[in-house]
């Protein structure tokens, strides 16, 4: 496995039902660890059981709220009440979201599985590119220079994997091209 974000988010409201891949081409994990305490009341991430895995994953892909013919707080998932130091982890492609509350606090790890096959590395590669726009859309690089310069063998092999798979760098810098 190799980690490819670390990020530290401050959400106000809901967010909308979304799994957290294009692909179930390649195995994924995201760890979840939210500072404060949470419920169905205030933001607690909802998951609907199974939605990582196909038919139901793609079915979900149409809409949600029209497959089960619900409004998003009521669709059936399971609610991960959580107190402060309780870590959630689920595959990416889980469909995930959270609903009411007037803010949350969320640290957040994704680690993917290194690819074997070429399509594996061709849909990690695809989520990549999708990963860096999302960033540049915010105005930022996936990975700054304090990413890059942690001077530990875990990360510089993290990083090293990244570049062999043409993911380390934002496509739209001109710099080295996915393909």
Not at 52 to 79: I, K, T
Not at 120 to 141: C, D, L, P, Y
Not at 145 to 165: G, T
Request: glycine share 8%; net charge negative.
């Amino acid at each position: 496995m190799m980690c490819i974000a670390v990020d530290g988010n401050y959400m106000v409201g809901d967010t909308k039902w979304h799994p957290d891949t294009s692909s179930l081409d390649y195995k994924a994990a995201k760890f979840c660890v939210y500072p404060d305490p949470l419920n169905a009341d205030n933001g607690a991430l909802r998951v609907i059981p199974g939605s990582h895995r196909e038919p139901l994953h793609s079915e979900l892909d149409r809409d949600p709220q029209s497959v089960f013919g619900l409004p998003p707080n009521e669709l059936p998932a399971y609610v991960f009440a959580s107190q402060p130091g309780d870590v959630i982890v689920f595959n990416v492609g889980l469909w995930h979201a959270s609903c009411g509350g007037d803010h949350r606090r969320q640290g957040v790890l994704v680690y993917y599985e290194e690819p074997d096959t070429p399509e594996a590395t061709e849909k990690i590669q695809e989520q990549m590119r999708s990963n860096h726009a999302m960033f540049a859309r915010k105005g930022r690089k996936m990975y700054g220079d304090h990413w890059r310069s942690i001077d530990d063998p875990r990360n510089q092999r993290w990083l090293r994997c990244l570049d062999s798979l043409g993911a380390l760098e934002t496509p739209e810098e001109g710099k080295r091209e996915v393909s």
